[in-house]
């Protein structure tokens, strides 16, 4: 469950201040995100104040919304972190199950389990439909972000949290991409990562299929240039197609022959048994996500070079000091293997890529629980090995 009172820090609240609270009509239709005045549910909001972006753009009064699963210790030590992926948010037992309780992979009954919505989210955490301080919804206006910009949030986060240190970062796909710039450029504040089903930089087939994603929403006429939040529809067909796009590359091309084929929909419909399932996946997700949150966080993803301004790829890993566990999916074909076999070659601190064998593609790590929880039980012995050494070297 989680804690409410005892971990809170300074400037924490439940729900949004009187001020920020709006009156709500039912917008179910127009938009997934989470809003201003709705329930907050079991997620916590933390103020970080104004956050520069690797732009240059200053992001004002920025709140974090986040969930946090077991107790933080008197030494503030035992703190994990889980960075979301592109779609996930923060209540990790909600797209991640039976990864979090008692006895589990993140045990919390020893640790400290903490997932902050990133910024430019929908969950919570100031994005383009959240209220720009002149009352407004920022849509159009929500400025471009990085990977980078999101874990300069979940720093600042942290320091507001009193957490100095993470026993690991883990994240798989985009929350892969962010646990890496953890280790990278946040050495001190983290004592071993696990990157799953990630990569180094993104790759141009993953921009080229993201950006058909993108353009499919932009090119919605219910899209108004991404400010349509008090309009009467939004670009919900235009995120069903990115959704189905993406879902195909989720999924691996074994898995959609074996599992549907050339066979019809059993309801006289015409459709193809592939089609219905796509169809559920793209009304599944604008229930519960929001087109200009989709579009920021793809381009946030297509940004991801953890060589940029480093001198490149090769002597940015090069530079790494802490326990990497570098983890592929083997029939990915969104994050191909030899993504992970590039960290895990270059980083002098990683392991050789640990395999999860899994039928279902780049969406593997969600379903294969038990061999992911036995790969996070194993980080986390490394992380906890070099933190003893550490604290024997200082003693």
């Not at 989470?34 to 907050?40: A, S």
């Not at 520069?52 to 969930?67: K, M, N, W």
């Not at 990157?195 to 219910?222: F, L, R």
């Not at 991404?226 to 939004?234: A, L, M, Q, R, T």
Request: hydrophobic letters at 40%.
């Amino acid at each position: 469950m989680s804690a409410r009172v005892s971990h809170q820090a300074a400037g924490a609240t439940v729900v949004a201040s009187a001020a920020e609270v709006r009156l709500r009509a039912d917008r179910t239709s127009i938009t997934g995100a989470w809003l201003e005045g709705d329930d907050p549910g079991d997620r916590l909001f933390l103020n970080i104040g104004d956050l520069t972006l690797e732009s240059g753009e200053v992001l004002p009064q920025v709140r974090i919304a986040y969930q946090t699963w077991g107790a933080l210790n008197a030494e503030r030590s035992n703190a994990i972190l889980v960075n979301h992926a592109l779609t996930g948010w923060s209540d990790v037992p909600g797209w991640w199950p039976e990864m979090v309780g008692p006895g589990k992979p993140f045990d919390t009954d020893k640790y400290f389990v903490v997932c902050p919505n990133v910024i430019g989210g929908c969950q919570g955490s100031t994005g383009p439909a959240s209220i720009h301080p002149d009352g407004r919804f920022y849509g159009s206006r929500f400025p471009a972000v990085t990977i980078r910009d999101m874990v300069h949030a979940e720093i600042a986060f942290s320091d507001a949290m009193g957490i100095a240190r993470y026993v690991i970062a883990v994240g798989p796909s985009m929350g892969g991409m962010r646990a890496l710039e953890w280790a990278i450029a946040y050495p001190d504040r983290v004592a071993g990562i696990c990157t799953i089903g990630s990569s180094s930089v993104a790759t141009g087939d993953q921009i080229g299929t993201w950006s058909v994603e993108i353009q499919a929403i932009k090119k919605d006429p219910h899209f108004y240039g991404g400010d349509y939040y008090d309009k009467d529809f939004s670009p919900t067909v235009g995120m069903g197609i990115a959704r189905r796009i993406a879902h195909l590359t989720y999924r691996c091309e074994s898995e959609m022959d074996v599992r549907f084929g050339r066979d019809l929909q059993d309801d006289n419909s015409g459709r193809w048994a592939v089609e219905s399932y796509l169809d559920h996946q793209a009304d599944k997700l604008q229930h519960r996500f929001d087109a200009n949150t989709y579009i920021r966080l793809t381009n946030a993803m297509a940004s991801h070079d953890i060589g940029r301004g480093r001198g490149g790829v090769e002597r940015a890993l090069a530079t790494a000091t802490l326990p990497i566990v570098v983890v592929t999916i083997d029939t990915d074909r969104l994050f191909p293997p030899r993504l992970q076999q590039e960290i895990a070659e270059l980083a002098p601190t990683a392991e050789p890529p640990l395999v999860v064998a899994s039928p279902f593609g780049h969406d593997g790590f969600l379903i294969e629980v038990e061999a992911v929880g036995e790969i996070i039980r194993h980080t986390l012995e490394r992380a906890e090995t070099r933190l003893a050494r550490l604290s024997k070297a200082l003693s």
